[in-house]
């Protein structure tokens, strides 16, 4: 911005989408709340109510620590663009806001909405309004003002194309533009957030997902910073995840041993893909791997009447913050299916025999802990150790196996029934109920817990079927 330009903007004065600021202040946050709930805006700090430039007193981290304060107090989160200019040597700061997606946005528990050159503090009905409207949208179908079709990579849209074509029976026979029209990437020649983030380099800051694996809380031993294009990223994230991960020989009375990675990578892959799609792009995405667990926490919670556990159990349809972004990955053939992620994560963990993902979800993050399964032994691998297999030496003195403490902590009913599966692969639970002296119920479920842990196995069907037990436990 120049001198003419804002003198122009001066001469204009404030409006539905200009507001001038002597200072920084709650009141330029209520007013970018009021922009977001309407149609966008931009504040401009260093002018006084009368049009007079005044400038501001900046440090490095002055504008950096603005923009924190505008994160903590609004919700759903607010992350304006921000610039510096300086004009007759004096600094102005100029926070421009685009419509929000998901409305309303609130400050401080409170909502407001631009109506002509101020903010009104917005009734319970017209929250309500808002709020089912804003269901209805998707949060990268946003326009982005300031960007052409020339700023994306077309041969990335022909490979996209491409992988979207291998999987149709009526393949797309158009051209770039008009496949970003059919998919909704464009809307009377603007650009979506969508089409940015899955095609162009001019928004890869928004994309960034950093990645490290830890040593100690404190210590970072490998680092990967990806703002690759989003499809793209799935595979780089998922590689080099699995990079830093091991296989466990469990070493067993089999005439094979038994292998598994300490992860299931389906899970693993579910979660980077969910980490991708589901995200709030205003901020950045993190996977942290530990040596006993991987923690992968994006920005973009779920709305309070969802809960995580009906998606798992399949009692609600998926919530899709995303639509567009979700459609590309869902043709792509990297989605399989909708609301069905969540439940093979967890069903893949089971079978992997590792605990159970811990979710903690709000409204405004979603972060999801996987334990490894060698976390067992954690002490004697050392976080030195990253070779691709570690063995389990199952039973053996000072192999300190993640089998052998499971059995350990069995109750008593639960080491029978090893042992009597053991003994005769073919009983059936009725007679395991009947020489252990509990209920077929307790039966199941302690079954059921074995499952869990990897200590047992159903092959076939009910009928016909045997058991196979991975230690005699007597």
């Known amino acids: ?34 922009f977001a709930n309407f149609k966008g805006g931009k504040v401009i700090i260093g002018i006084d109510n009368k049009k007079n430039l005044k400038g501001v ?38 926070f421009e806001i685009q419509e929000s997606q998901i409305k309303p946005v609130s400050f401080k528990g409170r909502f407001f909405i631009r109506k002509e050159n101020s903010n009104h503090l917005m009734n319970a009905p017209e929250i309500t309004v808002e709020s089912f409207n804003s269901q209805s949208k998707s949060s990268d ?6 960007f052409t079709i020339k700023d994306l990579n077309f041969a990335e849209i022909k490979r996209v194309i491409d992988l979207i074509n291998k999987r149709k029976e009526i393949k797309i026979k158009t051209n770039a533009t008009n496949f970003l029209v059919k998919y909704n990437l464009i809307k009377d020649n603007k650009l979506t957030l969508a089409s940015l983030l899955l095609f162009s380099d001019k928004l890869a800051s928004r994309r960034v997902v950093q990645t490290g694996v830890f040593q100690t809380d404190l210590i970072i031993k490998d680092e990967l910073v990806c703002d690759n294009y989003l499809i793209l990223q799935a595979d780089e994230l998922f590689e080099f995840v699995k990079k830093h991960i091991s296989k466990i020989t469990f070493i067993v009375d089999k005439p094979q041993n038994i292998q598994k990675w300490e992860y299931p990578l389906e899970a693993l892959r579910e979660l980077v893909i969910n980490l991708i799609v589901h995200r709030d792009y205003s901020q950045t995405a993190t996977i942290k791997i530990f040596p006993d667990k991987i923690i992968f926490l994006n920005y973009g919670g779920l709305p309070q009447e969802y809960k995580v556990e009906d998606f798992i159990l399949g009692k609600r349809s998926s919530y899709i913050r995303n639509k567009l972004i979700t459609r590309i990955f869902k043709d792509a053939g990297i989605i399989e299916e909708y609301s ?31 334990k490894s399964l060698n976390q067992e032994k954690m002490g004697k691998r050392g976080a ?28 008593e009913s639960q080491k029978r ?40 196995k159903r092959i076939g069907a009910d009928k016909g079927g045997h058991w196979e037990v991975w230690r005699n436990e007597t």
């Open 340 to 370: 069905s992620g969540l439940a093979r994560v967890v069903n893949s963990c089971r079978e992997n025999s590792n605990r159970k993902p811990i979710f903690n979800v709000d409204r405004t993050s979603f972060s999801v802990e996987i």
């Open 1 to 34: 911005m120049n001198e003419k330009e804002l003198d122009f903007i001066l001469q204009e004065g404030e409006g539905q989408f200009v507001e001038f600021k002597e200072k920084f202040s709650d009141e330029v946050i209520e007013t970018l709340v009021a």
């Open 417 to 456: 029934i090893l042992k009597l599966a053991k003994e005769n692969p073919y009983i059936t639970k009725a007679e395991l109920a009947n020489k252990i002296g509990i209920s077929t119920t307790a039966i199941d479920k302690n079954i059921e817990t074995l499952k869990q842990k990897g200590l047992l």
């Open 141 to 146: 179908a946003v326009l982005i003002e300031g």
């Open 384 to 411: 030195e150790n990253d070779s691709e297999n570690d063995s389990v030496k199952v039973g053996e003195k000072g192999g300190d196996g993640l089998v052998e403490r499971l059995v350990e902590r069995l109750v």
């Open 57 to 94: 007193s900046l440090n490095e981290e002055s504008v950096q620590n603005w923009i924190n304060e505008i994160k903590t107090k609004t919700f759903h989160v607010l992350l304006p663009f921000s610039r510096i200019e300086k004009i007759n040597g004096k600094n102005i700061v100029i």
